[in-house]
């Protein structure tokens, strides 16, 4: 695929952000060091992600998938497209797990705000920390147990499928959907 740079430099009101399509890979010219990452490993890490997706993932009709379905699929499709390219280069996976989110437990109040974005977070670090289901970390209820179990079963022998992850987190959105998801008040704190 072509890689085509775009210039952060120009607009400050209308920063593009990486993306893929039929004609190319586009990312920023330059990024910065964030989070103890050098700017060109953050580099390194989209570009995996970007081609993971355009070799791994597959279009989905989603047109009658509620907005927390579609956000736990594109959560755990993530997870997956960040999995396997960590197969061939594992040294991609400590520059993953240094940008990716760390939700803290009890630090979205379920009482007031949609945890949705914070629960999934939890998830999606959890699969990337653990690269198989003997190295899982501890998940704090049984449906996300139970959706690391099957993430793992999907990637254990195999590259798993779009398909599969999306039925995978549709399953787990119809076991742990609360009313409170939908509170207009959302917590984005470390997701």
Known sequence: ALLVPYSTAFDELRQPVPYYDDQGLRLPDVLDD???????????????????????STPLVADNWSPSQRLAVEFLEA????????RHYPGLRSILLALHP???????????????????????????????AATAP????????????????????????TAAVADLALWYVARTRRARDQFARVFFEDT
């Open 34 to 56: 964030e989070a103890g990452v050098r700017g060109v490993d953050r580099y390194r890490a989209a570009l995996a992600h970007m081609a993971a997706h355009r070799r791994w």
């Open 79 to 86: 997870a997956r497209v960040d999995a396997l390219p960590c």
């Open 102 to 132: 760390r939700p803290v437990p009890g630090d979205c109040d379920a009482e007031t705000t949609s945890c949705l974005r914070h629960r999934l977070a939890t998830l999606s670090r959890a699969l990337l920390e653990a690269p198989d």
């Open 138 to 161: 501890a998940l704090p209820d049984p449906a996300m147990q139970a959706t690391a179990a099957g993430f793992h079963a999907l990637l254990a022998h195999r590259d798993g499928s």
